[in-house]
């Protein structure tokens, strides 16, 4: 299914009529929008972060991006686990596009920020139109993204802030199969679609990360005494498949 088709495969009508106005008109910008969570919206500054961050990875994307944020948070069951993250906020969208409910999704990517833990798993879900992340202390504590290189050193903030740009590339259709790793001198460099995988154990590496993207790419071998670090943009290889 195409990121145009969720809302006009739920048959809303209201939804088939967004559907058809966007597919009037080229080239499309990305649609965003953000909820936060209770606990999450209290982070001061939060909002600023994800939309400089999500919206500089996704402009450099190409197409072009719109970012809205939810007027009101949500109140969740809790900031994260599997069941929030994975069945509570997809029902709730999927609620929303056929009219039942306080969630009113949007085409392409309907992402939910909270305030879980980002170091317990798992951090983040993602399925066709539909994110959910944690970390939302740590994204809102990252300087501004104007001021912030696209390479950074590798931190939990850091790492929170590049698990957004993950989970809206899964909502968009990519996967871990179009991110890249490179050396940079003594440095390796996790793009967003490989990231913190690039140095787990080799077991959970090889069970999520292949060894060569579909580009042809491949990661780098010996990662052992390298300082790691973050790209906050998208791989060239994740680009061409978004575009
Ligand atoms: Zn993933």
């Not at 399925?127 to 990252?142: F, I, L, Q, S």
Request: with cysteine.
């Amino acid at each position: 299914m195409n990121r145009r088709g969720f809302l006009a495969s739920t048959g809303a009508v209201l939804s088939l009529g967004v559907a058809g106005r966007r597919a009037a008109r080229r080239p499309d910008p990305v649609v965003v929008r953000v909820w936060f969570s209770d606990a999450a919206a209290a982070h001061e500054g939060l909002e600023a972060r994800v939309e400089g961050y999500l919206g500089a990875a996704l402009d450099a994307a190409g197409g072009g991006v719109e970012i809205d944020f939810a007027p009101s948070p949500v109140s969740l069951p809790a900031e994260g686990g599997r069941h929030v993250l994975a069945v509570h906020w997809p029902a709730k969208v999927v609620e929303g596009a056929v009219g039942v409910g306080r969630v009113d999704p949007v085409a392409d990517v309907n992402l939910l920020v909270t305030d879980g833990d980002p170091r317990e798993q798992p951090a983040g879900y993602a399925r066709p139109h539909v994110a959910a992340v944690t970390g939302a202390k740590y994204v809102a504590r990252m300087p501004p993204a104007a001021e912030t290189p696209s390479v950074v050193p590798y931190s939990v903030r850091a790492a929170a802030t590049q698990l957004l740009l993950h989970e809206v590339g899964h909502a968009l259709g990519i996967g871990h199969e179009h991110g890249s790793a490179d050396r940079d001198g003594d440095a390796v460099v996790a793009s967003p679609m490989v990231g913190s995988y690039l140095w787990a154990s080799r077991e959970v590496r090889e069970k999520h990360v292949p060894d060569r993207n579909v580009c042809g790419g491949s990661l780098p071998g010996d990662r052992s005494t390298s300082e790691r670090r973050l790209r906050l943009r998208y791989a060239d290889c994740a680009v061409q498949a978004l575009r």
